[in-house]
């Protein structure tokens, strides 16, 4: 690994295992009744568990996780189209997401106290920006298909 992908790599892991973030097979093993490949990516979260199930799948993933099975890898997000993609925009298409998102927001509120107390936060650093746009998502999940469909027309 070179150094370049060796820093993003412990940038990608800085904070452990993020449940909304997809994660890459390091380390072969099986899981849901099938054997995944190194590089592969482990969607956990798209796999058939009952309801009552899902703190234990959590737990299991998290030990995947700490042990060295997967890992977060946004350069394997970029070439597999996978994740929010918010690694594959710069600083202008960053604000053009926001710009766009917090019009929509706009529309569907009904005083300016209103719509500050809901809009997408601006950073003018990217990777805080893309925190603050993961973090509005969780908080506004009305707005999921918004957001991939602005996203997409942005990346093109």
């Not at 994660?23 to 796999?47: D, H, L, M, R, Y």
């Amino acid at each position: 690994m070179d150094r370049k992908a060796e820093k993003q790599f412990r940038i990608d892991n800085a904070f452990g295992w993020q449940v909304d973030r997809p994660v890459f097979v390091k380390t072969s093993f099986s899981a849901f009744g099938k054997t995944w490949g190194q590089g592969e990516e482990f969607n956990w979260i798209n796999q058939h568990f009952r309801k009552e199930d899902w703190e234990q799948q959590l737990h299991n993933v998290h030990n995947l996780y700490a042990s060295g099975f997967i890992r977060h890898n946004s350069a394997k997000e970029q070439t597999n189209k996978v994740g929010d993609r918010l690694n594959e925009l710069n600083s202008e298409q960053l604000r053009s997401l926001v710009t766009q998102l917090n019009a929509i927001v706009k529309s569907r509120t009904s005083s300016a106290q209103e719509f500050g107390d809901k809009k997408c936060k601006q950073s003018k650093i990217d990777d805080k920006q893309r925190g603050l746009i993961r973090q509005w998502l969780r908080r506004n999940t009305w707005a999921t298909d918004e957001f991939y469909t602005i996203r997409d027309t942005i990346i093109g």
